[in-house]
């Protein structure tokens, strides 16, 4: 699976942006998708999941100001953040993981700066 973000920017507190992951290679709709972010010294942390039912899971940090989606159709996923904070300046990376496999695949990073 080779995974393509894009959406980089810099967008100002209280901004958004949608970031979307287009994913080639295999079976889209069998994997779990998810964002990433990471802060230079710090660990990688979940942003947010959708599985293959499009159940999602989020990050308390997150919840209510991020949104993720799917589209099977394109083999893409999104993900929409709104009131956007400082705080979440990170790279961003996409990660599609094989539910039947347990095979994990990552994008490149894309970064995100949000200024105050």
């Known amino acids: 699976v080779q995974l393509q973000a894009s959406g980089r920017g810099l967008v100002q507190a209280g901004g958004s942006l949608r970031l979307s992951c287009e994913a080639s290679?295999?079976?889209?709709?069998?994997?779990?998708m998810s964002w990433y972010r990471q802060d230079p010294g710090k660990q990688r942390e979940l942003v947010a999941s959708?599985?293959?039912?499009?159940?999602?899971n989020y990050a308390v940090s997150v919840m209510g100001r991020f949104t993720i989606s799917r589209d099977n159709d394109k083999d893409t996923v999104y993900l929409q953040m709104n009131s956007l904070k400082p705080e979440d300046t990170a790279v961003y990376y996409c990660?599609?993981?094989?539910?039947?496999?347990?095979?994990?695949?990552w994008g490149q990073g894309t970064k995100l700066t949000v200024s105050s």
């Open positions: 990660n599609a993981k094989s539910e039947a496999t347990r095979c994990s695949y």
């Open positions: 290679g295999n079976t889209f709709s069998a994997y779990t």
């Open positions: 959708i599985d293959s039912s499009s159940t999602t």
